[in-house]
């Protein structure tokens, strides 16, 4: 029911070994990088490649953790244009009244930049917002960006309507 990262080792200059474990016997595991699923495994380590000054967003769930059925995705993209005189940009998430910081990205001189969140909670709405930072530590203003998540929209309720020799469906989605 829940995945523990037990820890994280440098193995070489591009590569970090991730540990997991769970509370259930035997589990099938999901690794998910970056939003998108990897592989499943009953593996408890693997060598991920992480480029030098960047980094990936690792998710590991249990049988327990997966999403059962169809649902949106439980991620949102964070995206922004690049600032001049900006050396990184700080990406934070509001949790209960305080700004947390959720990543630093170091600008590469690329057009735009982009963070894939956590895993979202269903049905609640998410507040994020970048900040620039220049050469002497001085911050921009913050670009602000708020989320609803609904990924577990409610059933639609449908009634049948039979006329006297026809077999239309009228579909009500009240």
């Not at 990262?5 to 589990?27: F, H, K, M, N, Y």
């Not at 947390?100 to 507040?127: A, F, K, N, P, W």
């Not at 050469?135 to 960006?145: G, P, Q």
């Amino acid at each position: 029911m829940t995945v523990t990262i037990e820890s994280q080792t440098i193995v070489g200059d591009d590569a970090v070994e991730v540990r997991w474990s769970s509370d259930l016997p035997a589990p099938q595991f999901f690794v998910y990088v970056d939003g998108k699923l990897l592989f499943a495994t009953s593996l408890t380590s693997y060598i991920f490649v992480v480029p030098a000054g960047g980094s990936i967003h690792l998710e590991v769930l249990d049988e327990a953790g997966a999403i059962a059925g169809p649902a949106w995705p439980a991620r949102a993209i964070v995206a922004w244009f690049a600032v001049p005189g900006a050396v990184k940009y700080r990406v934070e998430e509001l949790l209960a009244a305080v700004w947390t910081v959720r990543d630093e990205i170091v600008d590469r001189g690329e057009g735009y930049y982009r963070v894939t969140t956590r895993s979202l909670e269903d049905v609640t709405t998410h507040q994020f917002r970048v900040v620039a930072i220049g050469a002497t530590l001085n911050e921009s203003v913050a670009t602000s960006l708020t989320i609803l998540t609904v990924r577990h929209p409610s059933t639609p309720h449908v009634t049948f309507d039979y006329d006297e020799g026809t077999t239309e469906v009228l579909i009500d989605a009240a």
